[in-house]
């Protein structure tokens, strides 16, 4: 519990304590709670200017993620909506986004909750549907490996989709090898996107509750939020192999979309990896994009 109140009290601290900061008047009271949940996310500092680059890097996670809060906040109010026209109660509803914080597994399961099926099948479905975060984990595991349990189960609780790509796609290893150990700017960065996520899924929850009786389904906002992450995902993928494997990955999940429980989604990002890896094996390290003298990729060039 002491963990989801210091979630919600961050970002509504954020701001106040930045702009008090920024004019001087910051007593000793609003510094130690800042402190305690910096600390709290293993962001430790030992001068005032570390944790000035701390709350900066923060700052630059909250900014990267921006752009796709739209789409994070329809899905929250969509998951709201499906969840509270299915009869479950609005308390209910709002503790479930809090602890499980996982839209795909809930609107999987929301059909077993209303007819009150066993436990283990509601677990063992929500799990099937949630494989693709042993993925995203795998994926940070070569940042965070060297940071103790505690700091590591709440990366990964705060792991997800859209903050995961951007973070393993700003730094990673353009030769192909394993990154190094994220330091205290990146693991920053990481808490800044993660927590803004985070929050603006809550958001739509929040809304969704509200607004259950008032917004119709047939409005598609699924369909507006899943255009938003597609034109991000499609920025992100910058090599030959990510591109066959998204490829494969969409055709599978439509080509098995009637699977149930959400299975498709499973069977997709498992085929999807599959071939993105045979790819790479064959061409390894094929980038779309060159590499300029200044480390960013520019577009490649083709000639007609």
């Not at 601290?13 to 949940?37: H, P, Q, W």
């Not at 929040?206 to 119709?216: D, H, N, Y």
């Not at 080509?255 to 997709?268: E, G, Q, R, S, T």
Request: charged share 15%.
């Amino acid at each position: 519990m002491a963990s989801l109140v210091y979630r919600l009290l961050y970002f509504s601290a954020f701001e106040v304590f930045s702009v008090v900061e920024k004019r001087g008047y910051t007593d000793f009271m609003m510094i130690d709670v800042m402190n305690v949940l910096l600390n709290f996310f293993g962001l430790r500092f030992d001068a005032p200017e570390q944790r000035a680059e701390i709350l900066s890097a923060m700052r630059e996670g909250f900014d990267a993620l921006l752009p796709t809060t739209p789409a994070t906040f329809i899905w929250g109010l969509v998951t709201a909506v499906a969840m509270v026209s299915a009869g479950l109660s609005p308390a209910y509803t709002m503790l479930i986004n809090v602890v499980v914080y996982a839209g795909s597994a809930q609107l999987a399961v929301l059909s077993l909750l209303v007819a009150h099926a066993p436990l283990w099948v509601i677990w063992l479905t929500a799990a099937m549907v949630n494989v693709r975060f042993v993925i995203f984990s795998g994926a940070i595991k070569p940042y965070f490996r060297h940071l103790p349990l505690r700091e590591r189960v709440l990366f990964g609780f705060l792991n997800g989709d859209i903050n995961c790509m951007l973070f393993t796609h700003r730094y990673r290893a353009l030769d192909g090898a394993n990154p190094p150990p994220a330091n205290l700017e990146q693991r920053s960065f990481f808490v800044g996107m993660a927590l803004t996520n985070f929050v603006f899924w809550q958001i739509g929850i929040v809304f969704g509750i509200a607004l259950a009786s008032v917004v119709p389904t047939e409005w598609g906002l699924q369909l507006a939020a899943a255009l938003t992450l597609l034109i991000l995902i499609i920025k992100m993928v910058d090599n030959w192999a990510g591109v066959a494997g998204c490829v494969v990955a969409a055709l599978t999940a439509v080509y098995f979309h009637d699977l149930p429980n959400k299975l498709w989604v499973l069977v997709a990002i498992v085929i999807g990896v599959a071939v993105a890896l045979i790819v790479e094996r064959f061409l390894p390290n094929m980038p779309l994009r060159h590499a300029s003298d200044s480390g960013k990729l520019d577009d490649v060039e083709c000639e007609t």
